[in-house]
């Protein structure tokens, strides 16, 4: 007997994290099953909700059984704008579409990907200090090194065995600010890395390692806030200290794996990429160490096929997760059934609702996540909790985080 799932609804929902919002994909069949995705358009993409809202009427009447025919026909019509936003469009329907038919066929999502080969995840607690030092809702807040210091015990104390950090600067009286010209945090358009700011992100590693200790992973990104110069220098600067990588972004892949060749330490890479033909000039290169891949932005199923290609070039692979609880188990499903898996990240300091908004939160032990064996991604979003916590303006969020990291 063959299984249907014909699509009946498709609708969008959203609601607030305190300094950006959450945006869910909601699928229904006609014989009621309810297929979720988590997407985003904070991180440098709006529209992702109205490129979803403009193909959704190709998708009803169709079986979500068939997810590769519907993105295929989806990625026909779109094909000249193919990537960015209407990629992740893309992304988000997959993941919708892959819960539908776990749970149409009562099995886990890791199930439909080859089967799990880990029943947990080794995870990183991400954006260490500066989701304390953006915004009031993550507590304690972070002004100062002594708020670092403090925050560096905690790893540690947590059960949790690695960290990743951004860029910072500190004044003459050890107030912190953040420095993220790549995303306008100040705008500064030549991202140039100055002796001071390299001086300065140095000690602030120093700090972190001198209090979290000997045994914790420590892992530094630098996003796109540099060019190929300034990375260099960072990494001239930080030789000899105890790194596990060290992540940055460009698009230029020959500037990457320059980069590479002068670094002592593994880099990091890729997360802003979207579908296997972008990541393959960076495997071809030899530009990464890791290759990390968004796959709420690619969708999981197109994110096992870049994990294949990078495995033919000797490369491990990550996630990049720093969304809802509902992201988050979707990337554990991806990383329970890679292989070539390095290392998950996961965002620990959580706003105090974040908990009731979802029907299962991730759990963690000794540093890892457990995955889930419930059907689907193994979580739903809680429509009523999140009609209580509406959306906040993106302007106002900005300046939220201008005012805290300074201008």
Request: with cysteine.
């Amino acid at each position: 007997m063959t299984t249907k799932a014909l699509i009946k609804e498709v609708k969008t929902l959203s609601c607030s994290n305190s300094w950006r919002n959450y945006f869910f994909l909601k699928i229904t069949t006609q014989d009621g099953i309810v297929g979720w995705s988590e997407f985003d358009q904070n991180f440098g993409s709006p529209g992702v909700e109205a490129a979803i809202n403009q193909l959704k009427h190709r998708l009803i009447g169709q079986d979500a059984m068939h997810h590769e025919l519907i993105r295929e026909d989806l990625r026909n019509v779109t094909r000249p704008g193919s990537g960015g936003v209407v990629g992740q469009a893309l992304g988000a329907i997959e993941n919708a579409l892959l819960d539908i038919k776990a749970k149409a066929l009562g099995v886990p999502c890791y199930a439909l990907l080859g089967g799990k080969i880990r029943d947990r995840v080794r995870v990183y607690w991400s954006h260490f200090v500066s989701y304390r030092a953006r915004t009031e809702h993550f507590s304690p807040p972070i002004f100062d090194i002594s708020g670092v210091r403090q925050i560096s015990r905690e790893v540690g104390e947590r059960g949790f065995t690695g960290l990743k950090t951004n860029i910072f600067n500190y004044d003459e009286n050890d107030r912190i600010s953040g420095w993220a010209p790549g995303f306008g945090r100040p705008f500064e358009g030549g991202r140039n890395v100055e002796r001071r700011l390299r001086k300065n992100l140095r000690r602030h590693l120093e700090v972190i390692r001198e209090e979290a200790g000997p045994d914790i992973d420590i892992l530094l990104d630098l996003n796109f806030n540099a060019r190929t110069e300034g990375y260099i220098e960072i990494l001239r600067e930080i030789n000899d200290l105890d790194i596990f990588w060290v992540e940055l972004d460009t698009l230029d892949p020959e500037a990457l794996a320059l980069i590479r060749s002068k670094s002592a330490h593994p880099i990091a890479s890729c997360e802003t990429l979207i579908g296997l033909q972008q990541f393959l000039p960076y495997f071809r290169a030899q530009s990464v160490d890791v290759a990390i891949v968004d796959t709420p932005w690619n969708g999981v199923w197109q994110s096992m096929k870049i994990a294949a290609a990078a495995e033919a070039y000797e490369t491990n692979v990550a996630c990049h997760n720093f969304y809802g609880h509902l992201c988050t188990m979707m990337n554990a499903h991806f990383c329970a059934a890679v292989p070539n898996l390095r290392i998950m990240e996961t965002d620990i300091d959580r706003v105090a609702w974040d908990h009731e908004l979802f029907t299962h939160v991730p759990e963690f032990v000794d540093g890892h996540l457990v995955i889930p064996d419930r059907p689907g991604w193994g979580t739903e979003p809680i429509e009523e909790a999140l009609l209580a916590h509406p959306p906040v303006n993106a302007g106002f969020v900005q300046q939220i985080a201008v005012a805290r990291l300074g201008s």
